[in-house]
T-cell receptor
Framework: DQQVKQNSPSLSVQEGRISILNCDYTNSMFDYFLWYKKYPAEGPTFLISISSIKDKNEDGRFTVFLNKSAKHLSLHIVPSQPGDSAVYFCAASARYGGSQGNLIFGKGTKLSVKP | GAVVSQHPSRVICKSGTSVKIECRSLDFQATTMFWYRQFPKKSLMLMATSNEGSKATYEQGVEKDKFLINHASLTLSTLTVTSAHPEDSSFYIC??????????????FGPGTRLTVL
């Protein structure tokens, strides 16, 4: 049972346009969500996070939106740059759910930003 | 900052040998460290969670006798793959969390170790 789903395995965007990466979750106990960026043969790099008490968090070109009723979050990158090309992982944790706050990852979305 | 290093970055070994991978938090103390494995074109699979000074908690299906984890200090955790076989070839990634409190759930990842077992 996949608790965190990234239904789009890949996304292609033109440089300068907006990239929107989507993530859905099923566990209502999740209360903390993160996005990581990963290049091949490297470890994931933390990008941005959001707590369930918020519906939006912004950091530079990156904005994460959370819709708790729909159990959906999205990462917006604007403007997109070729260096943003990577695999983006959505992750969630249930901080008070007795799971040690372990992260549950989606399968990732490969973003390609074309010049 | 929150920098996590791993050593070695790449290792090739013969079947039957043991390999040790180190994970260090360079600029913070990590009460909890995690070990993941990534198969090609797959997501990160959590193998085990280790808290400093206590035994690691292994995920279902992960052999604790094969993947030995030691978290002897607040900045170092080691994963030893014992009696490695070709099917153990994979990309192993560690992460570290700054604290055990619910407010410090962000995990910072190391660069990963590519293990190839011949």
């Amino acid at each position: 049972d996949q608790q965190v789903k990234q239904n789009s395995p890949s996304l292609s965007v033109q440089e300068g346009r907006i990239s929107i990466l989507n993530c859905d979750y099923t566990n209502s106990m999740f209360d903390y969500f993160l996005w990581y960026k990963k290049y091949p043969a490297e470890g994931p790099t933390f990008l941005i996070s959001i707590s369930s008490i918020k519906d939006k968090n912004e950091d530079g070109r990156f904005t994460v939106f959370l819709n708790k009723s729909a159990k959906h979050l999205s990462l917006h990158i604007v403007p997109s740059q070729p260096g943003d090309s990577a695999v983006y992982f959505c992750a969630a944790s249930a901080r008070y759910g007795g799971s040690q706050g372990n992260l549950i990852f989606g399968k990732g979305t490969k973003l390609s930003v074309k010049p | 900052g929150a920098v996590v290093s791993q050593h070695p970055s790449r290792v090739i070994c013969k079947s039957g040998t043991s390999v040790k991978i180190e994970c260090r938090s360079l600029d913070f103390q990590a009460t909890t460290m995690f070990w993941y494995r990534q198969f090609p074109k797959k997501s990160l699979m959590l193998m085990a969670t280790s808290n400093e000074g206590s035994k690691a908690t292994y995920e279902q299906g992960v052999e604790k006798d094969k993947f030995l984890i030691n978290h002897a200090s607040l900045t170092l955790s080691t994963l030893t793959v014992t009696s490695a076989h070709p099917e153990d070839s994979s990309f192993y990634i560690c992460s570290a969390r700054k604290g055990q409190s619910a407010d410090s759930d962000t995990q910072y990842f190391g660069p990963g170790t590519r293990l190839t077992v011949l």
